[in-house]
DNA sequence: GATGAATGAGGCTTCATTCAT
DNA sequence: TATGAATGAAGCCTCATTCAT
């Protein structure tokens, strides 16, 4: 599975190979299909794992009302300690089998909802304009893909996220 | 070409089969390359030729220094108007051969241009809030792209296009 | 024809490529097929006529009793004179259509009859050495084509001919 | 590989089909694809491995400062036990990928480099008659190879082959 | 469990030849 | 007579998957 992720990191979804696979695992090219059914599988398998594992280390600081800006800081954090991973679906993840897209987009859920409940809350403390938290957050993730998407158009997320986060936080804010 | 057309949007750019093109054309799948040397050179054409058209369409609309709002309508209802083409575009413009993929990022920026003026323009005018274009027009393209990319998941463009826009003007616009 | 003649010294008869010589002749590629039925039948038509005529310049000079220096002169000022179209029969003529390569053939003995005619008057006249005449145009042919088939081996025709005629001269002439 | 073999014995280089190659092995098309990456790679190996085996089997043979005689002798003998590789060489030899020919023409040299010196030995102990070695061999080289290029034009190697080596001797040797 | 050779369908490309205009 | 688009068979190569050992 390891020989799997550096396959997805390194060629995406579409073009990884099982061959290749096999040969960074140190096994058999046949082998791969002992442990794994299909291709779609073993790929699936991985995303899902992965995407899983993600979204379980950032739930627990999900819990005590987070503010916004911590919660997009966790995002970021998040993304930069799984880049790879993070920038193969960011490119990939409208061309990846419908069902594979539906799960990963839903493993993705809890962390949205906390932001748009964080965003509410901000609204009530009369600290965030009004305005609708859906399509706020549709700007911030739309933003944070395509940044990792182009890898070679933009700076690395490290440095371009913060300032996207300051200046999503900025255009949020009441003045 | 129209048949390349047909299958760039039903099967974008990866899957594009140049057999299902001769067929969609009513030719045998040899003639293909009568026109056109290889399959790349092909698809490249088609998108490279979409792209500058769409292009050409909206330049006349960018003198006379529209306002943002206007340039936002312009963008969406020029998506509107090549939506499968746009579509496609948004779901695979990051994993499209590096050549092709550059090219249509430059046939792209006199508008992003515009509207980058638009806003410094509004800045000035006291009418837009202090803050970096660059960054506002990332929350636009990045939310519009995914919008696109995903039409299973969101309402169509037509309907949630306009919202997004008021979204974006309200939280631009000075209170 | 000329441009199928272009053809053959550049690709020589495998790779020769219709369409190519259609192109070398300023016509469309279904016009070659009005005047000659088949690729076949062009090359083919080519290699015959280019072959004949070259056998026929040589013709004249083979009456007389020429002396041997005198045929083998001929043969290599008759090769360099077609350089082109001689190199292009040294490197592919073994893997000629049967017929076709028959016909060259046949084409060629007068010349090498004429030397062999040569070769017996000198023996009988005591200039040459005794033995057989066919073995030792086996050697002249054979060197003289392998130095034509492999022109980045050996100096040109010109600079290597003349030695190679020297050289089988000396070898059969009386010490 | 022995398909293969039989595949350059039976059309030649530019002939030799895949396809026909996987037939004659009894596996499908594409199995060839797993032993040799590229149709070129496949037959250069052949050509290679077999020039350099038929090479190494003469290499014993050429030290010892063998005579002239023997060493023409085994050259025939070393053809005409490898007949099919021999004819298929002579034939396509000069129309061989470049890279391909000057590795087998390489490997060919210490025949010729070890008949070199046995000439010029020859002359040191005045067996033979005064003249360039390499022209020499030029006739010698030229005549076998048209021989074998053209088995229909002449009797078998076997038959010809040691008339010309005595034809060759006698020319060659003081009288 | 593991191997790795084998499968076979599918993809792109070439090119001599045909034929409606 | 000329055109040139079209044909279609053939060629090389890829790759997920299978299976005897």
């Known amino acids: 599975m390891d020989a799997a992720r550096a396959e997805l990191a390194d060629h995406g979804y579409r073009e990884a190979n099982t061959a290749r696979i ?5 096994v058999a090219h046949g082998t791969v299909f002992l442990h794994f059914p299909t ?11 992965d995407g899983q594992a993600d979204a379980a280390e950032v739930v627990p600081h999900l819990s005590g009302s987070p503010t916004l800006r911590a919660l997009l800081d966790l995002h970021l954090r ?3 300690a799984h880049l790879p991973f993070a920038r193969m679906l960011a490119r990939e993840l409208p061309s990846l089998p419908a069902a594979l ?6 493993v993705r859920t809890p962390l949205a909802e906390a932001m748009r409940l964080a965003i ?12 609708d938290p859906t399509t706020w957050l549709s700007f ?3 933003a944070v893909e395509r940044l990792l998407a182009h890898p070679d158009l933009f700076p690395p997320l ?6 996207l986060r300051d200046g999503f936080l900025t255009l949020l804010e009441c003045p």
Chains 1, 2, 3, 4 share one sequence.
């Open 78 to 80: 998040q993304l930069d």
């Open 158 to 163: 490290a440095v371009r996220g913060p300032a």
């Open 120 to 131: 509410l809350r901000g609204q009530s403390a009369g600290q965030l304009r009004a305005g």
């Open 140 to 142: 911030w993730f739309g």
């Open 22 to 26: 096999a040969t960074g695992a140190g």
């Open 101 to 106: 897209r539906a799960r990963v987009l839903v």
């Open 39 to 49: 291709r779609e599988e073993l790929l699936d398998g991985i995303v899902m794992a």
